[in-house]
Structures are given as C-alpha cells and as structure tokens.
C-alpha cells in the first residue's frame, strides 16, 4: 500500500497449509521525488543475489539454482536497504542486515554481529532487439542463519566474504533467454555452537540456464540448466554437487 506519494509499505504473509503462519516481509519504503534515492527499513530479502530477488512467479524452474540456494543470503533479514540510481538503468545498492536470518527468537541480535551487502545492478543494453543485465554483489560481516552452507561442517555462523555476479541476456526477436552466475566466498571466523572455532575453506559455485519460447505454442517454453556447488574446497568432495534440470 501506500501512505503518500514518496511513501510505501508491505506486508506479506505466507499461510501454506498444513505449516506454521510465517511473516516474510514486513517493511516501509521511502522516496525522495527531489533526488533519485529510496530508503528502505524493516524486514526483507537481502538484496544480494539477482535470481533471489526475482519473484517466484518469475523463475523459469520451480527452484532457484543449486548454487545460489547454497551459498547466497536466500532469505528475508531485518536491516535498512539505500538505493541510489545515478542513471535510468543503473542503481548502487547497500544494506546493513541483522545477520541472522529473519527467524522472530533471533530478531534481536544480541551478539551484535551485522551483515553489509554492497551491490550494483546494471542493464548496458535495453532495445527492441535485444536486452543485457548485470549484476554484482558483495556481502561482509558476520551470519549466522541455520540455512548456511557451512553447517555440513559443524559451523552455524561465519564472517562473509562472499562475491556474487550473475547476468542476464534477451534475445528478443529469437525468443531466447539465457541466465548464469558465479558465487564465491572465502570466510573466516566460523563458530559452532559452542562458538568453538571451525576451519573452513572456500565455498564456489556457479550455473547457466537457458530458456527458448516456442514460436508456434503460445506460452510454451523449453527451459534448461546446469549448476555445480562446492561448498568447501579444503576439504574431501563428498559434499560438492552437481544438477542438469530441463
């Protein structure tokens, strides 16, 4: 909804049968019409990862790739998100995050540990013909949410040093789509829970997917991916992964 016009709020609810009542976003939003900025505080998805930040109306897959689902922020946070927009089709992103995922017994922070997440998303190309996006991200600072990769190793909180590039391509006039992206991280200080230090080596991943528009079936489209994970490369293979989904 909106309270004026420079000022918007949202509350989503997600009531699943059968499962417990979960409040995933919960925020207000603030623009300026004098200067391209918007402000945004309260609960919502960490503004890392572009397929993450895509709705799940919009995936072309029913599940987001491997390798975003293991080693990016994929879950809403409580914090304050700045987006600047220098150009029509450029925007700085920043946000500082609880760092502990949006679970309501760790709201509080009470080890005052945050996450920081810096981003720039891009499109250099946007015409009748064609379309090309980009996106880069980094995220600093310690997390601590149960959904981290690090937790085959007996770590449940890590200070992050995560890269994420992903981009996107739009062959209009052919009816192609192509998406891809690379994660990496190396952190440091991991804890388990019983803040005992927790050696870990690198994390990486990436996928690439592609989707095609059948010209003679309207709404029907031929969708392809592969994504690899290795969750740490320090250590034996047995936990890296790889999917092919069409």
């Keep these: 909804g909106r309270l004026n016009d420079e000022t918007s709020f949202l509350v ?15 925020y207000i ?16 998805k960490v503004p890392l ?19 975003v689902n293991k080693i990016a922020p994929v879950w809403r946070d409580v ?6 927009k220098p150009a029509e089709k450029a925007k700085l992103i920043a ?3 609880n760092g502990d995922g949006w679970t309501h017994d760790k709201i509080y922070n009470k080890e005052r540990g945050y996450a920081y997440v810096l981003a720039v998303d891009a499109k250099p190309v946007s015409n ?5 996006r980009l996106r880069i991200g980094y995220e600093t600072g310690r997390d601590s949410s149960e959904k981290l990769s690090y937790a085959n190793y007996g770590a449940v909180s890590v200070k992050r040093h995560l890269w994420d590039v992903e981009t996107g391509l739009t062959l209009k006039e ?15 200080d991991g804890r388990d829970d019983n803040g005992n230090p927790v050696n870990l080596g690198n994390a990486k991943g990436y996928y690439v997917q592609a989707n ?11 969708v392809g991916r592969y994504s690899w994970l290795d969750p740490n490369d320090s250590q034996d293979d047995n936990h890296d992964q790889e999917f092919t989904t069409f």
């Design 212 to 222: 095609y528009a059948l010209p003679f079936v309207k709404n029907l489209h031929l």
């Design 128 to 132: 009748e013909f064609f379309s090309w």
């Design 49 to 67: 990862s572009m397929i993450y930040l895509k709705s799940g109306t919009k995936l072309w897959l029913p599940e987001r790739p491997l390798a």
């Design 29 to 44: 939003k603030r623009e300026f019409s004098s200067f391209p900025l918007s402000v945004k505080l309260g609960q919502f």
């Design 79 to 84: 914090g304050v998100e700045v987006e600047w």
């Design 95 to 97: 946000s500082v995050i």
């Design 12 to 26: 989503h609810i997600r009531a699943d049968r059968g499962s417990q009542v979960e409040l995933w976003d919960a």
């Design 174 to 188: 052919l009816g192609i789509s192509f998406e891809g992206g690379f994660l990496y991280e190396n952190p440091t």
